[in-house]
């Protein structure tokens, strides 16, 4: 019965908030998230010529993470989240500070699909954040307990191309965390971040160098997350090539069951 309710509210979940992703496709504001109710902010339409870094000064990083977005998908007509006190939402994370479940590992990853964040622990302390991009309602990411097996600097999908070319998706800094029965493989990597769940059940971190790599924008890249984490997990991020590794255990929360994923 406990169990029964608690995929009920899963699903539940998943379906909300594939509701907002639709509306988000246009109006990335019309997101929720369970964090929102803590902070008051104002929905403010992007105008030609504006960009978040002239609009919000040094804030503008937490004002993306804030609405889990990265600087690609913001341009005129896009309606973004502004908290009313900026300055309160410096370094902003819903994720808690403090995880008592992992009190004994040295490292440890949850992840709140709910939240669309992920945080990084050591000895049960939050150590950083980041906003993501999971996957989409016909894809959801995997939910339970998993471990990193895996690392590869420079992956590429098997599967997907980018849009418009046979280019092979980037998957950079990538840390493979589960392989389904069919074989599918489940990785954290870098890829554009655009406010909603739209992957096909990989988790997504900034990463703007690859973006100006296939994209030719941001010009100047600054959001890093995807290798960030990569380096923290891994530690020497100069080796290329798939390889196993021991890493550390990541725990998925808040979502619907991973059956329908296909991986990346």
Excluded at 9 to 37: K, Q
Excluded at 77 to 104: H, N, Q, S
Excluded at 140 to 154: L, Q
Aim: proline share 7%; glycine share 10%.
């Amino acid at each position: 019965m406990r169990r029964a309710a608690a995929g009920a509210a899963a699903a539940a979940l998943l379906l909300a908030l594939a509701a907002s992703a639709a509306l988000a496709a246009t109006v990335p504001c019309d997101m929720r998230y369970p964090s929102d109710a803590r902070v008051s902010w104002r929905c403010r339409t992007i105008a030609a010529g504006e960009s978040v870094e002239r609009l919000f000064g040094e804030r503008w990083m937490d004002v993306l993470r804030f609405n889990r977005l990265d600087r690609r998908h913001v341009s005129a007509e896009v309606a973004l989240k502004v908290p009313v006190d900026l300055e309160g939402i410096r370094d902003f994370t819903p994720m808690p500070l403090d995880y008592p479940d992992a009190a004994g590992e040295a490292k440890f990853l949850l992840v709140d699909l709910g939240e669309q964040f992920l945080g990084a622990y050591e000895r049960g302390r939050l150590v950083f954040s980041s906003p993501l991009a999971t996957g989409d309602a016909g894809h959801p990411t995997p939910v339970g307990e998993f471990r990193i097996t895996a690392a590869d600097a420079t992956h590429h999908s098997s599967l997907y191309t980018i849009e418009g070319t046979d280019t092979p998706y980037p998957m950079t800094w990538a840390l493979r965390f589960h392989v389904g029965p069919d074989g599918a493989a489940f990785w954290l990597h870098g890829r554009d971040v655009p406010g909603y769940p739209a992957s096909h059940g990989c988790i997504g971190l900034y990463d703007e160098r690859m973006q100006k790599a296939y994209y030719g924008t941001p010009a100047r890249p600054r959001l890093e997350d995807a290798r960030r984490l990569y380096e923290w997990v891994v530690g020497d991020a100069s080796e290329r090539g798939e390889r196993p590794i021991a890493g550390p255990r990541v725990r998925i929360i808040h979502g619907a069951s991973g059956d329908r994923s296909t991986g990346c």
